[in-house]
């Protein structure tokens, strides 16, 4: 693996804990998450991260982007692929797999 992968990889994961501890950050002012859309992006980083390693949850993170936004507008929002290392979209896209329109290929 080369320096710049390394890198890469130490930004991508300091910008996700920088996003979930802003959006905890907020439910814990508000008492609430303001939609599930907020707590389907809270829920996926939180695995990414390792915080929250059940796939169940990772499933059900796509159900509220899905149900809060539909498949274009939650689902595949680029706010919320924006940060994800590529080395866990395929497992996201695995277990999202018949969510909506979703399909894993």
Known sequence: MS???CTTCQQSMWNIEHEHRAIQELVAQ???YRNGY???RQL??????GKQP?????????????NCSGYEGGM???LVWEFIPKCYRN???LHWNGIGGWSHN
């Open 91 to 93: 497992k996201i896209s």
């Open 38 to 40: 907020e707590e389907g």
């Open 44 to 49: 996926l980083l939180a695995y990414i991260l």
């Open 76 to 78: 595949q929002d680029p």
């Open 3 to 5: 320096i710049t992968s």
């Open 54 to 66: 059940n796939t169940d949850a990772l499933k059900r993170a796509g159900y509220l982007l899905y």
């Open 30 to 32: 508000r008492g609430q």
